[in-house]
């Protein structure tokens, strides 16, 4: 008869510690095996996904609107079509300087400038075009302005079948800053947050337009 197995010094522990890790692995993919059988035959996926759906379905909650009977409520710093403002006394802020044309990194911005007559030391956008077909809606134009001439408004509906509707004049878009901005309160509200700038900070709630 054999008789136990010889161990060298330490290879009996080892040997133990091996069959005590096996051992433990066999007992946890047993249980793994019996979770798996238990969670089939209990429909647990199925369960889960009802659980889901009649959740949703006793408290719903409408994710889509009914447009354009409804609309969302758009953030303040939303950025939508772009729009010439005035003062209050109706005259116009933009003083033709150029400096939207030239921070617009699409270049869809043409202003041409003239002198105020009887006053040679003062300017204004004669011509002011702007094509919205390639606009970014960056702001940058709006932050670039020294006078706060710019605004965006919180337009989105431009829909058009022509695109050439979507290339806007001087009048075309101060006629959209009237309809956005037509008081003051409306011009400061949107000129705090976004003042521009090469202006003098408004330290707290604006009195003044610049």
């Known amino acids: 008869m054999e008789g136990p197995p010889s161990y060298r010094v330490g290879e009996y522990c080892v040997d133990v510690d091996r069959r005590i890790s096996l051992s433990g692995e066999l007992r946890r993919l047993n249980g793994m095996k019996f979770r798996e059988w238990a969670k089939t035959l209990l429909f647990y996926e199925i369960a889960l996904g009802m659980k889901a759906t009649l959740s949703h379905l006793l408290h719903y909650k409408p994710i889509t609107l009914q447009y354009p009977h409804e609309k969302k409520q758009l953030p303040s710093n939303y950025r939508g079509m772009l729009a010439l403002l005035r003062y209050d006394d109706g005259t116009e802020k933009c003083v033709g300087c150029d400096l939207c044309e030239a921070a617009c990194p699409s270049r869809v911005i043409r202003v041409v400038s003239a002198e105020v007559p009887g006053e040679p030391t003062k300017r204004y956008s ?23 001439a710019l605004g ?25 800053g009237d309809r956005n901005f037509p008081v003051r309160e409306k011009r400061l509200e949107f000129q705090h947050p976004n003042v521009a700038y090469f202006n003098v900070g408004f330290k707290e709630i604006p009195q003044k337009e610049l």
Not at 152 to 176: C, F, G, P, S
């Open 126 to 148: 004669k011509e002011y075009y702007m094509d919205m077909t390639r606009c970014l809606f960056c702001g940058l134009c709006v932050k670039a302005c020294p006078v706060d």
């Open 152 to 176: 965006m408004t919180q337009e989105y509906e431009w829909a058009v079948y022509d695109k050439r509707q979507l290339h806007l004049n001087k009048e075309q878009l101060l006629a959209i």
